[in-house]
Nanobody
Framework: QVQLVESGGGLVQAGGSLRLSCAAAGRTGSSYAMGWFRQAPGKEREFVASISWSGIRTRYADSVKGRFTISRDDTKNTVYLQMNSLKPEDTAVYYC????????????????WGQGTQVTVSS
């Protein structure tokens, strides 16, 4: 079992920045690919970014490319999502997730999920 806890969400003006953190506990280690997803009210959960277990391979949704950066620090069992140039349409609950395989773009590929952290971007 892996427990994931997100933090760092909040209210920010458009154009601002936030850094989300996801701390892992339990059967952790660098063998998991990690992903960030988000879900806005009335919408399905969507892929934001993922990072391979090695940290070498990253993947981003087109809507966040060039603005968001995913990274991991396995010495701290923590994954980060640096979000810059935030837009009102980035408003959502952000979830981190762990995948014992490759870290794809589909939510069903991930075995473990955090409880989410709210990000609200005002215009």
């Amino acid at each position: 079992q892996v427990q994931l806890v997100e933090s760092g969400g909040g209210l920010v003006q458009a154009g601002g920045s936030l850094r989300l953190s996801c701390a892992a506990a339990g059967r952790t280690g660098s063998s998991y690919a990690m992903g960030w997803f988000r879900q806005a009210p009335g919408k399905e959960r969507e892929f934001v970014a993922s990072i391979s277990w090695s940290g070498i391979r990253t993947r981003y949704a087109d809507s966040v490319k060039g603005r968001f950066t995913i990274s991991r620090d396995d010495t701290k069992n923590t994954v980060y999502l640096q979000m810059n140039s935030l837009k009102p349409e980035d408003t959502a609950v952000y979830y981190c997730a762990a995948d014992p395989s490759f870290g794809g773009v589909g939510p069903k590929e991930y075995d473990y999920w955090g409880q989410g952290t709210q990000v609200t971007v005002s215009s």
